[in-house]
């Protein structure tokens, strides 16, 4: 009886050094995040990976809901003749309120369990014909708002040369 007394206070004791270990991940409740990389496929589709955390879980919009506004939003820059980078407006020679959006749906993220905080990575798969000819720059500023409206901070890509 006595040796089986041990053998239940060392299980209790590795059990709990174990789950010691474990920490909670504790982020902001405000999405935070930040432009990893670029890959271009030529001059007509890319992908663009940005990592991200969130400390209450809530990115993405569940496949069911068709009214909430995409998450994921990316300004389209171009480099003037100057150096700097300008907004493309959807049209030439409209207004620049008129400034060219991508924008995208996140899939829904939020983990089951008590422990919420998210970080990983989000692939931007860009496949569309592109704004400006071969040896054109660009560059993108990129946001992301979780489901209670709250907006991350703002990254941009690096500079990117539109090849043939």
């Known amino acids: 009886m006595k040796h089986l007394f041990y053998i239940l206070v060392f299980v209790a004791l590795i059990g709990a ?7 909670e991940r504790t982020f ?3 999405p935070a995040i930040q432009f990893e990389r670029f890959v271009t496929y030529g001059h007509d589709s890319a992908d663009c990976f940005i990592k991200f955390q969130d400390g209450d879980g809530d990115i993405g919009i569940p496949a069911s809901d068709n009214t909430s506004p995409d998450d994921l939003k990316m300004k389209y820059l171009y480099k003037g003749t100057d150096g700097t980078f300008l907004p493309v407006d959807s049209s030439f020679g409209t207004p620049h309120f008129d400034t060219l959006f991508y924008s995208y749906r996140v899939p829904y993220l939020t983990p089951a369990g008590q422990y919420k905080a998210l970080d990983g ?5 860009l496949r569309t014909q592109p704004l400006f000819a ?11 708002t979780d489901r209670a409206g709250n907006k991350s901070n703002m990254v941009t890509t ?3 040369n539109v090849v043939p």
Do not use: D, M, T
């Not at 050094?17 to 920490?23: D, E, F, G, P, Y």
């Not at 990575?121 to 798969?125: F, G, L, Q, T």
């Open 121 to 125: 990575e989000i692939k931007i798969k």
């Open 28 to 30: 902001s409740p405000i």
């Open 158 to 160: 690096n500079e990117i």
């Open 134 to 144: 071969v040896g054109h720059v660009v560059k993108f500023e990129i946001i992301l």
């Open 17 to 23: 050094s174990v789950s010691s270990c474990v920490r």
